[in-house]
């Protein structure tokens, strides 16, 4: 089958098995490997991308649902000012980044900070369940996520949060 979909910002087209998971076809297609192959059954993270703005499992989406949407991958998501706000307050805060799970934990707090600017410890809880991380102290991550929006709340308003 014919997939077109919009990867980083790009219109792209492939020819497909209509069951090929969703990260076979960024890591082997388009050579795209910042979607990490962990458990592969959903539970990890390692392997998120943004569909739509959610973070979202790579190893559980097959080809064929992804025509016509969107599709944010932490290769393209690496070139935006948003991925910086995140690197800074993860790094003001020591939030550990061990490699295994950094794709996971970057794009959880993009999805929910571009939803919600300010978000509630509980909230930013919530949206980091799909992560699993053993590095990282909850905690540690909840600071990450706050000092990140602040960063970029002074970033677009030049003002703290
Ligand atoms: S590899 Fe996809 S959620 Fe673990
Ligand atoms: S930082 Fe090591 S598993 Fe998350």
Redesign the pocket.
Do not use: A, E
């Given at each position: 089958m014919i997939v077109k979909f919009i990867l980083n910002g790009e219109d792209v087209t492939v020819r497909t098995a209509a069951f090929t998971r969703l990260i076979d076809l960024l890591r082997n297609t388009f050579s795209l490997t910042g979607a990490k192959m962990g458990c592969l059954t959903g539970h990890c993270g390692a392997c998120f991308v943004l569909l739509d703005g959610k973070a979202s499992p790579s190893c559980v989406i097959p080809a064929f649902s992804v025509r016509n949407r969107e599709i944010i991958t932490i290769e393209g998501f690496s070139q935006t000012d948003e991925y910086h706000d995140i690197m800074a307050g993860f790094e003001q805060e020591r939030v550990?980044?061990?490699?295994?799970?950094?794709t996971g934990?970057i794009l959880a707090a993009e999805a929910l900070l571009e939803k919600t600017p300010r978000p509630a410890r509980k909230e930013i809880l919530a949206a980091f369940d799909g992560?699993?991380?053993?590095?990282?102290e909850p905690e540690s991550l909840v600071a990450g996520v706050l000092a990140t929006a602040e960063i970029r709340q002074r970033r677009l308003y030049g003002r703290g949060a």
């Open positions: 550990d980044c061990c490699g295994y799970c950094d934990k992560v699993r991380c053993r590095c990282t």
